[in-house]
């Protein structure tokens, strides 16, 4: 498996008429998620996140690639 | 005031019922002539209704407001007359450049898919179009415009509304059957019935500046976030037309409008974006901030409420004139059909049902752009700059980059005026029940035209045939005889191979074969469209009895 960086976002039984809903549904459940957190409760709901989505991705090569990309950015 | 533009003054009448100090009995009043209830009352007119129209000023907007129009509305706009003044006056736009901080991390281009009439988005500033579409209802006799009548009160009865309206000369009474209150975001009518309206302003603030460029510079729209010239927030170019360019810059909560609008304070900031080398001039410079709200319905009794008066939203993604026309849109027809005694009230319930879905869509989506753009936490923040840094090189992060999407047209699937498909009849693509009709080039009569310029204003009954000369007498016979108990349905043939008439049904060519691939259609498909030109029903089949069933559910006659 590789690391899919196209748009990939959908929901099962939902039909899209515009391209960027899919993206944008995502990013708002993920915004509002941390709504009334403090900066630290945050950071702690981030990687909790991050573990979650790991271990359902699996593959440590992909992960690797994910790590590696997130990485060069920072 | 402006150095582009020359503000038209409409001519002020003493209105006759000051000096007879009769009350004027009318069907219909609209009040404000913005681009909505200019357009409402152009609607009306065009379903053979008389129509006056109040106005409280003598000319069109005033400074820097609404820029883009989107293709449902240009489409809208072509019935109103003025579709190709604007189009020809307006400016075209494709690329879009997003930048974050010092750097562009993507552009777009918008290539118009072909095979429409009209493009994407054209960019003109909001007087051009209030004038035009007042040059067309001043042009229609059935429309009564009264510049400087100023609505003072108003007064709802069970069958009629009161209202006193206050002129330069004094006062007069309108007794009326119907008010379209199009008064915009303050909407007095609305504060007059006591009515609410609500939602949230946005704890920020903008300062728009119009500035005439002296030199080429590129019809592009530009968004910048968090760039040098303007540290931690964003800024938004636009160009419009006679080389006027819009820019709108977040100044954030804490700014001193005042301050903030001093041209020793705006210059530099221009300067510093556009880099020292560039001339220009400064044309209009104000401040706003925005709220996002909507009442909780826009029909109460017999006053209508379209446009801002009704919902307000965020300026990101377009959405506040080109929804107010698609108000106007849905309107028009129910309430002809309504007046004429040929549906029933509640036909003007399904106008604010389909309007407030048409609204909280503009709202989520608009909403959803402000978030992106002014982040409300640093968790926010960190991931909305996350987005930015993997944009430039991941089509996934550009995907999820939100400065604004553009206006697009609801898709009414929820609607109860549809019929929904029946069991059996699959079809793929977007023209499903509620669908905004998709535009498609036809030949009549030797002419090339456009589909969405020849269904109207009516109900319309597309066939699709592969041969318009052999179509059977009765299903010519029964595809003339639509209408039902006085509602028109206008029935076309859409056939693959070249024709006049059927029978005596219009046929329009589809030679290439781009309406029948838009609606996914095969020979005997029929498509029922509303006089707003949504999808209401559509068979695989011809039934004329199932046509009629459609259109009655469609008119809330069921």
Redesign the interface.
Known sequence: MTL??????SEAGK?Y????TP??D???L??NT?RD?S?EQ??LL?ARLILLLANHIGDIGTLREALN?ARE?V | MLKTYNYPKFEYRRPPEIASGKTLRVPVVVVGAGPVGLAAALDLQQQDLPVLLLDEDDTVSIGSRGVCYAKRALEILDRYGVGDAVCSKGVSWNVGRTFFREEEVYNFNLVPEPDHHRPGMVNLQQYYLEEYLAASAAARPEIELRWKNKVVSVAQGDRTVTLKVETEDGFYTIETDWLIAADGARSPIRRMLGLEVEGKIFMDRFLIADVVMKAEFPSERWFWFDPPFHPGQSVLLHRQTDSVYRIDFQLGWDADPEQAKKPENVLPRIKAMLGDEREFELEWVSVYTFQCRRMGRFNHGNVLFVGDAAHQVSPFGARGANSGLQDADNLGWKLKLVMAGLAPAALLDSYSEERICAADENLL?ST?ST??ITPK????RT?RN??L??AKD???GR??V?SG?LS?PA?L?TSSLNTPDCAGDTFAG?MVPG?PMDDAPVVENGEAGWLHNKVGHRFAALYFAQDAAVLPAPTLAALSNLSWQGIEVRPLVISAGPGLLAGDVPVLEDARGVAARRYDAQPGTVYLLRPDQHVAARWRSFDADKVRAAVAKATCNV
Not at chain 1, 4 to 9: G, Q
Not at chain 1, 17 to 20: H, T, W
Not at chain 2, 377 to 380: I, L
């Open positions: 899919n960086l196209n748009p990939n976002f039909r008429f515009n391209a960027y993206a944008d995502f990013y708002e993920l915004i941390h957190l900066d945050s950071e981030n990309i950015g | 989506n959803r978030d992106f936490s640093k968790v926010s991931f996350a987005v840094g993997l991941h089509a996934f995907a999820l939100n999407r697009v898709f699937t977007r669908a």
